[in-house]
């Protein structure tokens, strides 16, 4: 099973021209040369800020958006650049959660019509009917099977977010690429719907690319996670690597800037200056370096390559990696050395 | 809320059950029994409905609650920017002494800006578009400096710019509001609230819409101007670790009630309300067994127009089947958590029928051995 | 009572017995936006007085051969003996009686009450097919430009520009006669069908663009929304994007706009028979009756007053009926 990834990315690009008129004035470069794997049943959770590229990365994953650059492979199929119909077989293996509950859904359709949607579309006739297919569908999500007939507007957020959840089930694929699930949704809201998918991904095998912002929520979903910082990938690695033993010094600050019930009073030291730059015109060198506490003449000049550190499975980008061992939750926050390079937000 | 209510049983009769912090007797902003309604086409919503809490300078209360808790309404109550044609306002809200209920609009107008003043959650649509960010923070002071002249006016923005941490103060004075970073834009408002150095800051979800570095960022800043200005500060957020992050005290709101309040360590240390117990136990965390199912609360918030009778969290709440349980038909009332004399639980209410002992047990058997809230 | 294992069916009762106390009071069957605008039009009292006067109005249209069978007058036929010695009818306000409600025509004695009524028939036919055929061609060019953009977008918007930028009076005013000529020669009787024709033509060359721009806005914005994204990642192919997914979601401002389209085409066909390229004076229509009237305004008011009552309630009632239709479908006012 692990011979073939389900899902093989290499130096997947998009860039989007910025035209002012008909004159092309410059490039965004919204993803720059990903490269990652996805096995069979597997959860891999991108995440990063705004600007990173992670929904950019997930649209062109489903071939909403055409990349610029590098290959995606599907069950061993090249699907780069595959046109609709010979996308169409794979459309049903790989499917699409939106992170707008109230967007989504076709306000002038009804639930059935919209959970039944994939599977007219390609003309699929389930036995025993459509009808019967959608409502199955529908009770696997938790919702009531009799409201078929109803319209998106007469549910809540949770509800709605169950509803595009069954239309990505319907066609029983094995990767959902799931764009920001629960960030639209009210807190109490979100872990029900965290819960059916983890349910959803343990009963039905399926793959999944979590993209999120959200570092705690990936983390109680995915086995394995990326962090993105301004179209790369920084750092990759198991749940256990990115969140106990984080290597990048982004990963770190983003970790230490989630504010936490469990800790009270000010959060983690680590605090970042400054905002992500503009992916017009990113830092050469390392994209990070602009507001990275360690960052030397090399990382200005010099492009860090995503490497496999001590032949396990995390991978990062970094010119002065953290010690393996270094674990970020021994004392809340890197104490000492680190301390006393980080660059303090607000200085009087 | 101030009835006397008979206290439940294993409580004595002794204890206020009115409840009166030490900090509401000298507090800059005192609000008592609160109720905000709407008249809407489909009837009336009791958007806020008998709150009271109070803020002394120098210190930050958190309301937290989901949409349609009433959490922003009562900002917006408090600072006269509801839509006096269809709301009515009933109790108290003492602003530095003064009686805002009732106040002319002229009058609310005044304080507003110079002794409370609010952050938005989206800086961009708080922001006009069509004038630079220095000269709207200038207007802002100058409306209650008219003596300021423009310069003094401008030296006084960049001055407040460059406190919030925006770079080149002076060059980012001409900027327009789209030439500014999401970040920078919070920076703008923030120093827009604090040009007239207001004794009271309300701020709604002021960092929602930011990303968790930016949103760290403001966290410390808000706090280091609070320590600054001595200001008191209302935050407003469905983020119980923001709250847990800078905040003193907090109320939780749910369905335009008040269901618990207290200190920040009594509320997300030892929570004494359901629902309090489910926003803290289905919000994943960063420790604990990531493989552990979250824990959330059933079903779904309550429409405004139609709340559930009696406590209106009863519909989502685990325990409101139990034999003999009142929650169905009565309101409970906002009471003193902690049983007699236990040390610490002074000043924290709780709203809910079950008593001080069973909550301690049934917070031990479910919530804690879940290992999410400690 | 300790947490239950089974959290996911506690979940899906409590969701469902909620939903029984919530959106379920609204009624046990799903209302559709349709059937929600349908009852806020109901409400709305403008909206239905408009609306019966122009059912009214469509119905005199539709039975005007009927009522001319029980009226007993055709519109063509001429009452010279109720005519004084100058062509002006006998008796008070233009002769009306109670053989001829509205009064005959001055000169030619023809009964103005019927002709009112094939007026009105030629009038909504004209107006309807011509809003039906630029509401076609507005949808189809505004959907396909907005949802595929690129160079058919650039092009389509090019027509659009190039048809605004046609004087439709000039053009209208040169193409009518021409093109007449051109079928019937100098001298030949020009059959009312054909200039009705040729009327819906003109209008249709001129009219589609607001639509085809109201379109192509109304799909630009949907175009990026999720649920068409939901339908391209399931491989649906143009025409269900176009017609289940989009167009569903933009049928109120095409209605909208249909139903304000209407009146202008009554007022125009009415302006272009008035000045005389449009009908001929042998077929019934508003623009022709007034245009006649207009002669006899001292000496006959009445014959002005009739038509020119007519075509205004028409006009007022679809104006008003339109804006009752833009409230009751416009979302915002509901939520």
Redesign the interface.
């Known amino acids: 099973m692990t011979d073939q990834p389900l899902l093989r990315v290499r130096g997947l690009t998009k860039h989007f021209p910025v035209r002012q008129g008909l004159r092309s004035t410059g490039l965004v470069q919204a993803v720059d040369g990903l490269d990652f794997d996805v096995q069979p049943g597997e959860t891999l959770g991108l995440v990063g800020?705004?600007g990173c590229g992670k929904t950019t990365t997930g649209?062109m994953l489903?071939?909403?958006l055409e990349p610029t650059a590098g290959s995606i492979e599907f069950a061993g199929r090249d699907i780069t650049h595959a046109g609709?119909r010979e996308?169409?077989p794979l459309?049903q293996d790989?499917?699409?959660i939106?992170?707008?509950p109230y967007?989504?859904?076709?306000?002038?359709?009804?639930?059935g019509r919209?959970v039944a949607?994939?599977l007219q579309?390609?003309g699929i006739k389930p036995p025993g009917g459509i009808k019967a297919r959608v409502q199955e569908l529908l009770?696997l999500v938790?919702?009531?099977p009799?409201?078929y007939?109803?319209?998106p507007?007469?549910?809540?957020g949770?509800?709605r977010q169950r509803i595009?959840i069954a239309?990505a089930l319907a066609?029983r694929p094995k990767l959902i690429v799931a764009d920001e699930p629960v960030s639209a949704l009210?807190?109490?809201?979100?872990?029900?719907v965290?819960?059916?998918l983890?349910?959803l991904q343990r009963d039905l095998g399926l793959a999944f690319v979590f993209i999120a912002?959200?570092?705690?929520?990936v983390?109680?979903f995915c086995q394995r996670v990326a962090v993105m910082y301004l179209g790369r990938i920084v750092e990759i690695g198991d749940?256990a690597d990115i969140?106990e033993r984080p290597q990048h010094p982004y990963t770190r600050?983003?970790?230490?800037?989630?504010?936490?019930?469990?800790?009270?009073?000010?959060?983690?030291r680590i605090?970042?200056?400054?905002?992500?730059p503009t992916p017009l015109d990113p830092p050469s060198g390392c994209r990070f370096r602009t507001?990275c506490w360690k960052a030397q003449d090399i990382c200005a000049t010099q492009e860090p390559a995503l490497v496999p550190r001590d032949g396990g499975n995390q991978a990062t980008a970094c010119h002065f990696p953290e010690a393996v061992g270094a674990s970020l939750?021994a004392e809340g926050a890197p104490a000492g050395d680190a301390a006393g390079a980080i660059v303090e937000?607000?200085s009087p | 809320m101030d009835s006397s209510d008979p206290a439940p049983s294993g409580e004595p009769d002794d204890r206020p059950t009115v409840p009166v912090q030490r900090s509401d007797q000298d507090a800059y902003l005192r609000v008592t029994d609160l109720r905000v309604r709407f008249d809407t086409e489909d009837g009336v919503v009791r958007a806020v409905d008998g709150v009271s809490f109070a803020v002394e300078r120098g210190r930050t209360l958190g309301i937290v609650g989901?949409?349609g808790s009433g959490k922003s309404v009562t900002s917006l109550a408090i600072l006269g920017l509801h839509d006096a044609k269809r709301t009515t306002i009933t109790g108290e809200i003492s602003v530095g002494g003064r009686q805002l209920v009732g106040l002319a609009d002229e009058e609310v107008r005044r304080l507003r800006g110079r002794d409370m003043a609010m952050i938005f959650q989206d800086p961009l649509s708080a922001l006009h578009p069509y004038y630079t960010v220095g000269r709207q923070i200038a207007e802002a002071y100058r409306v209650h400096h008219p003596e300021a002249s423009r310069r003094e006016a401008r030296q006084r923005t960049v001055d407040m710019l460059d406190r919030v941490?925006i770079p080149q103060p002076a060059r980012r004075f001409d900027q327009y509001p789209h030439e500014f970073?999401?970040?920078?834009r919070q920076r703008a408002m923030i120093a827009m609230a604090l040009v007239n150095d207001p004794a009271l800051l309300i701020a709604d979800e002021p960092t929602t819409a930011l990303?968790?570095?930016?949103?760290?960022?403001i966290?410390?800043?808000l706090?280091?101007l609070q320590a600054e200005f001595h200001s008191a500060i209302i935050l407003i957020t469905?983020?119980?670790?923001?709250v847990?992050?800078?905040a003193d005290e907090v109320l939780v709101m749910y369905g335009g009630r008040a269901v618990e309040r207290g200190s920040?360590?009594q509320v997300?240390?030892t929570p004494q309300h359901p629902y309090t117990w489910?926003?803290?136990?289905?919000?994943?965390?960063?420790?604990?067994d990531?493989d552990a199912?979250?824990?959330?609360?059933?079903g779904?918030?309550p429409s405004l127009i139609n709340l559930p009778p009696g406590c209106a969290f009863h519909p989502?709440c685990r325990y409101a089947d139990r034999p003999g349980d009142r929650s169905r038909t009565e309101v409970p009332e906002l009471r003193p958590a902690g049983p007699t004399g236990e040390a610490g639980s002074a000043g924290h209410l709780v709203a809910c029928h079950l008593t001080a002992e069973e909550r301690a047990t049934l917070y031990a058997e479910d919530i804690a051995s879940v290992g999410v809230?400690? | 009572m300790s947490l239950s294992p089974v959290?996911?069916v506690a979940?899906?009762e409590i969701?469902?017995s909620a939903?029984a106390g919530g959106?379920a009071v609204?009624g046990v069957?799903?209302?559709?936006?349709?059937q929600l605008a349908w009852l806020r039009l109901r409400r709305d009292r403008t909206a239905m007085v408009s609306g019966v006067l122009l059912i009214f109005f469509m119905v005199l249209g539709l039975a005007a051969p009927l009522i001319e069978m029980v009226y007993g007058i055709g519109p063509r036929e001429q009452f010279q003996n109720l005519l004084d010695g100058f062509g002006m009818p006998l008796g008070y306000a233009g002769g009306v009686t109670g053989e001829h409600w509205f009064g005959l025509e001055p000169g030619l004695g023809r009964d103005i009450f019927i002709r009112l009524i094939y007026g009105l028939r030629t009038s909504l036919f004209i107006a309807f097919a011509a809003a039906l055929i630029t509401a076609t061609i507005g949808v189809v060019l505004g959907a396909l430009a907005g949802y595929l953009g690129g160079w058919l977008d650039a092009v389509i918007n090019w027509i659009t520009d190039l048809t605004l930028a046609m004087p439709f009076l000039i053009i209208a005013l040169a193409l009518t006669p021409t093109i007449t000529l051109r079928f019937y020669g100098e001298r030949g009787q020009v059959s009312s069908a054909f200039g009705v024709g040729v009327l819906i033509g003109v209008f249709a060359i001129f009219g589609w663009t607001s639509t085809a721009r109201l379109v192509r806005g109304q799909v630009i914005a949907l175009r990026e929304?999720?649920?068409v994204?939901?339908?391209?990642?399931?491989?649906?192919?143009l025409g269900?994007m176009l017609f289940?997914?989009l167009l569903?979601?933009i049928?109120a401002p095409i209605l909208v706009s249909f139903s304000l389209a209407v009146p202008q085409f009554i007022t125009s066909e009415a302006a272009l028979s008035f000045i005389g390229v449009g009908l001929s004076d042998e077929t019934p229509s508003f623009g022709r009756m007034i245009y006649r009237s207009l002669d006899f305004l001292q000496t006959d008011p009445a014959y002005v007053f009739f038509p020119g009552i007519t075509i205004f309630a028409l006009v007022f009632a679809f104006n008003l009926f339109g804006d009752a239709l833009r409230d009751a479908l416009d979302p915002k006012s509901s939520r």
């Open positions: 800020e705004s649209r489903v071939r909403l609709r996308l169409r459309r790989l499917q699409i939106f992170q707008d967007a989504s859904l076709n306000p002038r359709h009804t639930v919209i949607m994939p579309v390609n009770e938790g919702l009531n009799e409201h007939n109803r319209y507007h007469e549910f809540s949770g509800q595009g239309r066609l009210d807190v109490s809201i979100q872990a029900q965290v819960n059916l983890r349910d912002h959200d570092l705690a929520v983390r109680h749940r969140y600050a983003l970790l230490s800037a989630i504010p936490d019930v469990t800790r009270l009073g000010p959060g983690g605090r970042l200056s400054g905002d992500v507001r939750l937000e607000v | 989901e949409s941490g970073s999401g970040g920078m990303d968790v570095t930016v949103q760290a960022q966290l410390d800043l706090a280091d469905h983020d119980l670790g923001v847990g992050q800078v920040v360590e997300l240390r489910g926003l803290l136990s289905s919000v994943p965390s960063l420790h604990g990531a199912d979250l824990l959330p609360i059933r779904n918030p989502r809230a400690r | 959290e996911g979940l899906a969701e469902s939903d959106p609204k069957v799903g209302r559709s936006p349709g929304r999720e649920f994204e939901a339908a391209k990642a399931s491989g649906a192919g269900h289940r997914q569903p979601n049928w």
